[in-house]
């Protein structure tokens, strides 16, 4: 059963690890990786990546991207979101620190705003979104 938008919006702002999906080529399927994403409902998703990284460089390429987020338990769920780059730049402490928050304890943020300090972040409109449980 699909989901409303706002049991969509509602799960994709759980700290799942997504997966993020982006055109790699014509003679290649989409490059497919896991990634820490940030999301709050009536917002938009965005990631932070090394902006020298494959990922960033296809994403730039393709202008688009999709993240996919799912559970097994207690039902199956899973939610997909696919839209245009409409912003990226290099991330702010801030946005680290919330990045950070949402998957470290907190005795390891700060290690993590140290390493990802050059991170940008790529936040995304969604256009599509595809949802289900089937529980």
Avoid: C, N
Wanted: glycine share 6%.
């Amino acid at each position: 059963m699909a989901l409303s938008m706002s049991d969509r919006q509602a799960f994709l702002a759980e700290p799942h690890v997504a997966s993020l999906s982006v055109v790699a080529g014509p003679d290649r399927g989409p490059l497919t990786v896991p990634i820490w994403y940030y999301f709050v409902p009536g917002d938009v998703p965005w990631v932070l990546t090394p902006p020298d990284s494959r990922k960033a460089g296809l994403i730039a390429a393709a202008g688009r991207f999709t993240l996919l987020v799912h559970r097994t338990s207690p039902t199956v769920r899973y939610v997909s979101v696919e839209g245009r780059v409409i912003d990226t730049g290099p991330a702010t402490e801030d946005q680290i620190r919330l990045m950070a928050g949402r998957y470290l304890p907190a005795d390891r943020v700060d290690a993590y705003v140290e390493f990802a300090r050059q991170e940008h972040i790529i936040r995304m409109q969604p256009e599509h979104w595809l949802s289900s449980d089937l529980g």
